[in-house]
Nanobody, 124 residues
């Protein structure tokens, strides 16, 4: 199983970036997939989640209305569209997959598979 995150880079405040999480060895339709971020000296934060059933989406308050998580079943890929970026969005972003019931989407320890991070830097 591999999750390959890409799409990070530098952006100005107010700009946009789209992150991709390409999965191999698992079917994203059958997993809850989340994007996490961690900035230096800060705790890891789950910013967006898409569950496998329905699917439903959940967002951290800090990104609600600016970030959108989506899934392309044909490409077995989950995306994070980030608009109106702010300097505080600067972090390493990781995607992770959780094969448990949708109700466990908040549980960090249920995310079994993790991709390497992609760095997002937002300047003011």
């Amino acid at each position: 199983v591999q999750l390959q995150a890409s799409g990070g880079g530098s952006a100005q405040a107010g700009g946009s970036l789209r992150l991709s999480c390409a999965a191999s060895g698992l079917d994203v339709r059958l997993y809850t997939v989340a994007w996490f971020r961690q900035a230096p000296g800060k705790e890891r934060e789950r910013v967006a989640t898409i569950t496998w059933r329905a699917p439903r989406t959940y967002y951290a308050e800090s990104v609600k209305g600016r970030f959108t998580i989506s899934r392309d079943n044909a490409k077995n890929t989950v995306y994070l569209q980030m608009n109106n970026l702010k300097p505080e969005d600067t972090a390493a972003y990781h995607c992770a997959a959780n094969g448990y019931s949708d109700s466990y989407y908040r549980d960090l320890d249920k995310y079994t598979y993790w991709g390497k991070g992609t760095l997002v830097t937002v300047s003011s």
